[in-house]
């Protein structure tokens, strides 16, 4: 039975584009998103009528770029074993489309329409997906109702249910009972959601596999990287402090809480954001400190770890510079969610972020691990760095346990690809 907040959806969803136009003229984002959506259907359909018709077709749609990562090693696996598969890719967020508008394992990556019964029913006829797999989370009534009545086999993949989240509340509960019921299979990350997904919302084929993205971290990680290596030798006997996706919260605690340490550790910065106008302010805040910095786009010999912080101001670096790093400290605690952990933790590292990591449930468990340490603030951020610093065994204790983590979790992306090739063999 559709919960009564379902229903009130489905019955006032036909009003959003009226709303879209109305608040469009006065929210710039707003007007941004109505542009996007406006030739979608032909732009699609020119796209796809011009595609040579595939044996199967997966339609994944991810909120944004983040949930898309999860996605990508499973695509790359179907790739190998079904060649002819057709991929379509929707996004929801700008950021998401532009990062990967050109990937090119999609036969077409495009916007999702606003959620009216009308746009629904027209992109699942238009797709006509075989198979349609939602990353993590991203719930859209309309879509998911018609992609339901088209046929498709749903899956959610990467699920969890983090406490506190929306979909345990009272209120809510019966509104995602009506949509979690739609999937016919549900992968989770951890074990411990399996019994709510059963117990809470009635689900019944739900199981374990984990988080795809361990097992992309972890080929990348057995790759040797040139720009990883040609870094090693400038820190020769000397053990390297990465800062990860830092922002300037991140920025202001760490720098300080280092300089105590800097005689026997490095410093190595690289900023969230690498635009010209940040890592402006990035250098000035270190110049304002005494602290001289020398940026990763003219680094020459002359580069003192020593004495100078190396700032990263190309894209790409980050995930293979935690090869050369003893401890990692990865930004984004103190704004909405900590960044990437998994990425050094791979490489045997421990790792320290800000309290702001609920939508992380690797991050969490590395915590649990003992391989990851909260700080709230520069005086508990020199402890636990002074801790790692001083200690051998203790550093060596936490990069086991970081490494391990990651070791436990692999094999998500074989168990999510084959029962996507499995269905698309029995078609």
Request: charge should be neutral.
């Amino acid at each position: 039975m559709s919960s009564l907040l379902l229903a009130a959806y489905r019955l006032f969803s036909p009003l959003q584009p009226h709303l879209l136009r109305l608040l469009a003229s006065r929210k710039p984002r707003l007007k941004t998103f109505a542009q996007a959506r406006a030739s979608l259907f032909e732009t699609l359909e020119a796209r796809l009528h011009a595609l040579p018709e595939p044996s199967c077709r997966l339609w994944i749609h991810a909120s944004s770029v983040g949930e898309f990562e999860q996605a990508r090693p499973v695509i790359a696996r179907l790739r190998e074993q079904i060649p002819e598969m057709d991929v379509v890719v929707s996004f929801f967020s700008d950021s998401g489309y532009e990062t990967r508008k050109h990937y090119p394992d999609a036969a077409a990556v495009f916007y999702l329409p606003l959620d009216t019964p009308e746009n629904a029913r027209r992109l699942a006829a238009l797709l006509g997906a075989d198979i349609f797999m939602l990353m993590r989370y991203d719930f859209w009534p309309n879509h998911l109702a018609a992609i339901k009545q088209s046929g498709a086999r749903m899956i959610l993949a990467a699920a969890t249910l983090p406490a506190g989240s929306p979909y345990l509340k009272r209120g809510l509960k019966g509104f995602y009972r009506d949509l979690f019921t739609l999937f016919d299979e549900i992968f989770t990350i951890d074990a411990k959601d399996i019994a709510t997904f059963r117990e809470q919302f009635g689900c019944t084929r739900v199981r374990q596999a984990g988080d795809p993205r361990f097992d992309q971290v972890f080929e990348r990680q057995q790759k040797s990287d040139e720009r990883a290596a040609r870094l090693k030798p400038l820190f020769q006997d000397r053990m390297v402090l990465v800062g990860g996706s830092t922002w300037e919260p991140d920025e202001a605690i760490l720098v300080p809480a280092w300089r105590s340490l800097r005689e026997k550790l490095s410093l190595v910065l690289v900023p969230h954001k690498v635009d010209r106008p940040n890592i402006e302010r990035l250098l000035q805040f270190l110049r304002e400190r005494n602290i001289e910095a020398v940026t990763i786009s003219e680094l020459d010999k002359r580069f003192e770890p020593a004495t100078q912080v190396l700032v990263v101001d190309q894209v790409g670096y980050l995930a293979e510079l935690y090869a050369i790093a003893a401890i990692a400290y990865v930004g984004g605690g103190f704004g909405v969610n900590v960044h990437n952990t998994i990425e050094p933790a791979v490489h045997g590292i421990p790792v320290l972020f800000g309290p702001r990591h609920g939508n992380s449930p690797e991050a969490s468990g590395l915590i649990e691990a003992g391989a990851a340490t909260v700080v709230t603030g520069e005086q508990e951020l020199r402890q636990a760095l002074t801790a790692l610093v001083e200690d051998a065994e203790h550093l060596e204790r936490a990069g086991r346990s970081a490494a391990e983590f990651v070791r436990s979790r692999l094999g998500a992306t074989s168990a999510i690809a084959e029962a996507i090739a499995e269905y698309c063999r029995r078609k």
